[in-house]
């Protein structure tokens, strides 16, 4: 494993969720093969060709199976590294969202050249020790896979215009969800009164970036963080009632079981 201050090359998708991980982007290319995992209380599955970007949070990934014929190629790369590789593009925000909810593209054939072509480059720049400028080429690398991942996304999902004003809204919209908000506010009005924008307008947006309408997000961010809540048996219903602010047991039965599909006695199981 070759390892400078912000890149690290790997060969397994084993190590994924150690901690010294935390703070890094996962990139991986599967040349043969197959994994499962789950993300999310979703299952997923990677085969030869497909390519895998986990934005942080490698320790969201569960039961991590590799088939004994699996090669793969993984690149961490820290957040700081990425925000500074990352081109001037509106479309990194529509990216992170489509990652959050499926982070395996199955690449054509020919995305799967260009894909190979910019892991090989990246490797052979980490080899490069002695190169006065390692830095700058790795930056530079790291870059042409960034805007080569936008180019795959948006020719396998479509890509409309959005303007700067649209992406620093949506940012801002999943800022809030980020840091928790959700848990105490999960009407789409409180969001636009915080934003300064009308619920119809912050719902377009949202529509317009994600492809998903804002009160999705938002149920998803807190439907997510109660399900994860409710597995840790250290904490009662009372508990997450509490921290979430709902009404009564059976308000809280009711949000479950609409967005979760069961109740909450049942995911504790």
Known sequence: MD??????????????????FADYLCHAYCYQGHCTFERHNRQFRMEAGDCLIVPRRGDLVKNLRESDDFRVDVIYVTQKFIELSTPQSNYGMRGHLALFENPIMRLKPEQQK????????????LSETTHRFRHDALRNAVECMIIDFFDFHAALYGADKIS??????????????????????????????????TTKYL????????????????????????????????????????????????????????NLGAKPSELRE
């Open 114 to 125: 260009v894909c190979q072509l910019n892991f090989e480059t990246i490797k052979r720049r």
């Open 203 to 258: 719902s377009e947006v949202c529509k317009k970036v994600s492809g998903l309408p804002a009160a999705y997000w938002i149920t998803r961010y807190a439907s997510l963080d109660i399900s994860r809540l409710l597995r840790d048996r250290s904490l009662s219903f009372t508990d997450i009632i509490d921290l979430f602010g709902f009404s009564s047991p059976a308000h809280f039965s009711r949000y479950v079981q609409t």
């Open 3 to 20: 390892t400078i201050q912000h890149i690290i090359w790997d060969t397994t998708l084993a190590r994924i969720g150690d901690s010294e």
């Open 164 to 197: 700067s004003q649209q992406h620093q809204l949506m940012e801002q919209f999943i800022e809030m969800l980020e840091r928790g908000d959700y848990r105490r506010n999960r009407d789409i009005s409180y969001y636009a009164d915080q934003l300064c924008v």
